[in-house]
């Protein structure tokens, strides 16, 4: 495809048509029972609707045989370029408008979620280059570097991946972008689909510490549509006067600050090292906005940051990216790397539910299961996802497994998921240690969270799985 100069009234056009795939995917979501079973978001499914049609699939059957493509080539190229823009956007988010917690509340209540999550996160690694290694190299030829594709796209997500494809190409693998992305819709299924199995099994058996006290889940929360009046809510607060600066405006300034220092951070670190030239800006613009938050705090201005409103800026970049990613994944990469793919993912899935049934009832004091099923949403779909789970067995969050969770998420977020070692992990295995120190270094983590946690008095090697008041 041709790689037309960039055109702000074309990348605008664009913009407006992938608006129009979101409403068509809303649409779709409101009508279709099997999305609204699957709690799909509309943008995943405008993104598939945008890839149908796109030049790989029925666009390329147009071209052949009517002489046009439904989505032209410029159009696809401008779409293409925004996750990489977008996904710094949501990272630098994640923080401002988050109050710290002191570090000993912080390890007190979230330390055994936290040790059962690098235990997880980091499985994901060891699991993938073992298969990898041992299986899908030997008969499909398959690189090392197709093992990350595991924890960027279930633990990191749709984001992850899109901000990753970069790295993915600078390092020699450019389907790893396609792959992440297609890994990332698998596992939002997986999430859905095994965590409602997990649930129903845990609620039988007497693993559940609150039954579900609401008559399934509320349609409106199925059909993403809210009906007037009592369940509607504001979606953010006004800090700062419109006469002087339009709150939006003021919180994208925010954001901006913190992209800003990720940049400058970004230009320290691939000066560093010519093998880090390949690291992304994402996980840095995160610091960037932690730094901001942490600095404001200091000063007592973080009471004019209201993350309703964050989480709005974050939400639209979000939806826009996983859209615009879906819709330009280049299936042509996918279809060659098809074996390897399905086996990785079912081994992915089988790491996934022996995490939460088997290791989740002997690291957690308490309330196993919650913290668990939380975790397995988490790690295979979405932070969303796995508080989606918690509130159908807890419904009134008394488990205090939200809390726990929400405090885990402000120290691992930063490091996988989307973090660092996200971030550094390919680099690692290509050019730094390669693929068998690597598992070696997944396994030692692994283990060290884990000696924290029986060093902690969190770990039960008999545990009482039946829930006892």
Known sequence: MDNPEFNIENLFFSVCVLSLFLLIGKLMRVKIRLFQTLFLPSSIIAGFVALAVGPFMLGALTQKHLGFAIIPDWMFQQWSRLPGILINIVFASLFLGVAIPRPRELWRVGGPQLCFGVVFGMGQYLVALLVTLLVLAPLFGTPAIFATILEVGFSGGHG?????????????????????????????????????????????????????????????????????????????TATVAAEAIEPLTFHFGIIGIAVLLGYGMLAMVQGMHQVLHAFPLFPLAMIGGILVQGVSMAFKMDHYYDRDTFDRILGISLDMLVISAIATIRMNLFYENLGPFLILMSVGLLWAIFCTVVIAPRMFPEFWFE??????????????????????????????TATAFGFKQMIYEPFLGGGLITALAPILIVTVLGPWPAVLASALIMATFFLIAWFSGWVRFKPRLKYED
Do not use: W
């Not at 609401?214 to 953010?236: D, M, N, V």
């Open 160 to 236: 992850t991946a899109a901000g990753m494809a970069e790295t993915f190409t600078k390092l020699g693998f450019p389907a790893g972008g396609a792959l992440g992305q297609m890994s990332a819709t698998v596992g939002i299924l997986f999430a859905v689909v095994f965590g409602i199995v997990l649930v129903n099994i845990a609620i039988k058996k007497g693993y559940c510490a609150c039954l579900n006290e609401e008559k399934g889940i509320p349609i409106y929360k199925r059909t993403g549509l809210i009906p007037e009046p009592h369940e509607r809510f504001s979606i953010a």
């Open 371 to 400: 913290r668990g099923i939380t975790e397995f949403g988490m790690q295979t779909g979405v932070t969303a996802m796995g508080l989606l789970l918690l509130r159908i067995v807890d419904p009134l969050y008394r488990t205090g």
